[in-house]
Each structure stands twice: as C-alpha cells, then as structure tokens.
C-alpha cells in the first residue's frame, strides 16, 4: 500500500504549471528520438557526400585517361574544383544538421530543466523551513503526480512536527506551558542576568479528591484551577503546569531594578495566589475550597542556577507544608542545607541497617504498687560516625521518607526480640513484657505478617509482645486500623494506644478497636502540676480506662510531684527518667536483675521528703 494513500488532500497556496511528469518523460523520448533521426540523416549525408566525391574521382579518372596530354592539367584542375565544391556543400548540410542537433538538445535540457528544478527546489524551501521550526499552512505544490505527493507528505511532516513540540512543551491537559518549557525559559531568562523569582505553589492533600471523587473529576479540577489562575496573571507573570497538582509562577522584575520593590510585589502576587486558590471553585455540582502551600525564591539572591533556583523554591514549598499548609514560605540557605542533609543521611542510614548500626535501647514501665518491672520499651538508637547520637525522631522520618521504614521496623524488632528471649532465661520470674512501636506508615494487613515471621524465627511467644501504634495513625486510616488490630490481637498480641489525647479521637474508638491499653501523653504529664486543666483532663483519662477495664500508663514521668500526683490519680503505671533512660541491652539486663528493689529504694527515697513537705505544709 502506498504511503500517498493515507496523506491528507490540502488547500495548496501555489501551484504548480509545469508539465506532468508523465508528458515530461514523453518529450524527453521524442527529443532523444529526433536526436537520433538526425544522426542517422549525418551519417546517410557523410555516406553520400563520399560516394559524390568517389563518383568525381572516377569521372576525373576517365576523363584524364582519354585526354590529350596537354589537356590532363587543365581538367584535372578543373574537376578537383567540382569536387572541392560539392564536399565543401555536403559540410554545409552536416553543419546544420549538427546546429538543429544541439538546438533540439538544448530544448530538451531545457524542459527538464524547468520541470524538475522548480519543484525541487520548492520542496528544498518547505523542508528548510520544517527543519527550522515553522509550521507549513499548506502543501508547497499542487497536483497529482509524484512533486505533488512529496509536498503533501512534507505537510503532514509538518503538521506531526507542530504535534511533537507541542507535546513536548505543553501540558496536554491544561494547555498551560510544561516542566520542559518552563526549565527552558528560565534557562533563557537568567542567561540574560535578569532578575526574576519563581513561586511554586503544591495544593493541599489533593490525593483526598482523587481517593473521593476520581482521577477524572481529580482532573477537572486542575482544568478550573489553571484556568482561574491564567486569568488572574498580569505583565510579567507566566505560569506553567509543573506536575502533578503542582504549579510554577516565573515572575520578572521590571526595569530598572528595586530589589526591594520586587520583593514586595513578588509576596502580594504570591498571596493574592494563595487568595484565589481559597475561593471555592464549582465542579459537576461540587463546591471546593482548595490550600495551597508555597515557596518562592529569587534571582539571583537565592541561587544562580536553573537548578539551584527550582531546589530553593521546591525546599521553600515543602517548608511551608511542614508548618502547617496554606502558608507562603520564602526561600532560606537552611532550607537547602537540610534537604541536602536529609539526602545524606537517607544514604547513611541505608549503610547503617546493612551493617547493624541501628539497635534497641530499652526504657522501663514500673508498677508502683507491687515496684516491679512489668515492661519494656524499644527505643530505636542510632549512634552515627560523624554526627553521633541521631534523634529517633530525624532518622525514623528519613526512614519513612526514603521507603526503608520496613527494613528498619523489621531489623529493630528482631534484635529487641532476641534480646527479651535472654532475659526470660536471666530471670526466675517471668520476663517484663516487650513493647515495641509501629509507624504511622506500617498501619498496614501485610505488617501482621511480618510480625508473626519474627515471632516464630525468634521463639518469643505472641503474649509478651506489646505494639504499640499512635492514636493519630487509627485516626487517618480507622478501617484498615481495625483489621489490623483485630489480626494482631488473633495473633496473641496486645495493643496499646499511643500518645493518647493528643489526636482528638472519638471515645466511641475505644470501644470498637481491640485496645488493652492507653498511654497518656508526655505534653499532659509536663503540664501536671502547673495547669490545673492538664491534671482534670489526665484524671478524666485514668477514670474512663478504669470504666472500660483497660490499662493505663503515663509517659514522660521525670519529677518527684509527677509521679505522686499521677500516683494519687490512680495511674500506677509510670514511664520516664525518674525510673530510668533508655539503656543498651546489655546494661538493660544487668539493671533489670535487681529492678523491684532499686524501684523501691527511689520511690521511698524520692518520695518520703515530698509527703514530709506536703505534711507540715
């Protein structure tokens, strides 16, 4: 099948008059066969003109031999003179023939000529302007031979060209100018050393319209929302579709330059964005309010690059996310620092779970009644070569980060396991309980699996393992929560509540998920004895565990008149550096031998001075 089949039939803005191409080749055959014609009549003249000259030379001959010898010179001179001269016109005739030879060829160089140069060299001109980016408004030639079908085929090139480049520099669903473009005009802009700044503006949570509403109406709103901020863009502004929920903002400083004045107009453009993204757009019989969290950075104050400059203002959008969305956040050197910093430790944090540098330290849960160790916590530790001792709360949201929560979860707990397996050997009572947290990340049906797998590698059985899960993780996901608590507690393990009061849960959560215990948080423990709202609020606490039959403990117990106040309340319970920091496991078991009696010992010893004060007081 020919390709000229499936080429589209197009307007053509200049035609071609010429010949077919068909009719070309016919005067080509005729010109070379009235070329040939004449050769054959110049070789037919060459032999006449012989056999003329060879009949004078016979009749010379003849003539001499009866001749009178006087006479011999006379003739010969006489006929030499006739043949000279019909030679000389048999030339002529050649030479003419010749001439109408070079005349016919000459046409015929001619014809093609014309025909082949001129739409050559109109295609030659359609195809320099393809390959410099124009667009042809129509096919350079008309007709149906074959010129004519090359030009269509260079029209289709073109129209697929245009295709390209506008895929290639313009989102598809928006209209709006892409990532590509908007990295190439930047490119453009600070070549020139203009200053400029760049906002990048990221809506808040629109993965929740995806998960309620669907891709498609996901979709439309980005469609409203580019459109409402295209028409809100003033001189100056140029805005493009990044990716994803994402926008870009290039905005140009005026000439000549005030720093101070672009800044300023650069921060009311970007709260006069986050202005009009706060106005309810109407969508298929929807209302929606939409957040956006944004981060602006400028030219050449905050980076010199491309690249530098895009970093500085994503760093600056993810800033303004962690303090809380729906704030403007301006570009910072820290910014950059610690997203840099993050990476590294992401990288080093990977070296660590492979060479085992991240281990379980081990805080006590006293019962102040009975002074006995009824559990331990495991804390994560990481001691880093250079840094030393990272926060808990730094690494495992690296690790959550970077996908290397499992691993870490995983290893950590196998360790803590192995560990309280030793202490129910080192003991002649039963071993304190082990407690260990998931993240937010792992409130998955899959960790149930994982624990389990540990479990039986370990020998630990499944009643002295705790897991311990924050409130505010059941609180995002409270279905998917409850079949995993329900599977862990089939397993044979308890749950508790972490960090409970801080995540503003429903009371009727309680009663639907399997939990044996809650743990009342530090922050309401630290404000114990100076805000008498904290110390109702943990009363009501310990009250409602009672009623529902559900253990209670306090963390963050760290003073003398927190733990008998918390004591006098009814949370007997207590976890804190009053009863002990988090120890290596080693130096976690040598303590644990004695712990009934040192936990006595402090008690009495912290507490007799308090209730002698509060007696004579």
Known sequence: MSLTNHLPQTPATESFSGWSVSLRLRML???????????????????????????????????LSIAHPAQQNALQLEHLQVAQTAHAAAQ?????????????????????????????????????????????????LRGR?????????????????????????????????????????????LNTAQPCAVLFADIDHFRTINDGYGYRFGDQVLKALSLQLAARST?????????????????????????????????????QLRATLAAPLQIENHSLSLCISLGVAHFPDDADSVDSLISAADSAMYQAKHLGRNVVQFAHADFSLRARQRIELANDLRAALQSGAITPHFQPIVDLRSGTLVCAEALARWKHPVRGFVPPDVFIGIAEASGQIDRLTEQLLRTACREAMQWRGSQGQPPPRLAFNLSPRQVREDVVEMIGRVLIETGLPASQLEIEIIESAIIERPETAERLLRQLKTLGVSIAL??????????????????????????????????????????????????????????????????????????????????????????FSRWALDAPLRLDAVVRAQSEPQLEQQTAA
Request: charged content about 15%.
């Open 29 to 63: 055959v005729l010109t070379l066969l009235v070329t040939l014609l004449c050769s054959v009549v110049l070789l037919w003249l060459d032999v006449q003109s012989a056999s003329a000259e060879g009949a004078v030379y016979q009749q010379l001959l003849g003539t």
């Open 92 to 140: 002529s005739q050649i030479v003419w023939l010749q001439a109408a030879m070079a005349l016919l060829s000459t046409i015929a160089a001619l014809i093609m000529g014309l025909g082949f140069f001129r739409p050559l060299q109109r295609l030659y001109t359609a195809l320099r302007a393809i390959a410099n980016g124009q667009t042809l408004a129509s096919s350079p």
């Open 235 to 271: 001189e100056g502004h140029c805005l493009y579709r990044y990716s994803g929920d994402r926008f870009a903002v290039c905005i140009t400083a005026p000439m000549p330059f005030d720093a101070a004045r672009f800044k300023a107009t650069v921060a009311a453009a970007a709260e």
């Open 498 to 587: 972490d960090d409970f009061g801080t995540g503003y849960s429903s009371l009727s959560y309680l009663l639907r998920f399997p939990i044996d215990k809650i743990k009342v948080d530090r922050s309401f423990v630290a404000q114990l004895n100076d805000q008498k709202q904290a110390g109702k609020i943990v009363a009501a606490t310990i009250s409602l565990a009672a009623s529902l039959e559900i253990a209670l403990v306090a963390e963050g117990v760290e003073h003398i008149g927190q733990m008998l106040t918390l004591y006098e309340l009814g949370c007997h319970q207590q976890q804190g550096w009053l009863f002990g920091k988090a120890l290596p496991a080693a130096e």
């Open 145 to 189: 031979n074959e010129f004519a079908q090359l030009g269509a085929a260079l029209f289709t090139l073109s129209q697929l060209s245009q295709r390209l480049n506008t895929l290639a520099y313009q989102d598809e669903l928006t209209g709006l100018p892409n990532q590509v473009q908007f990295k190439s005009d930047l490119e453009q802009l």
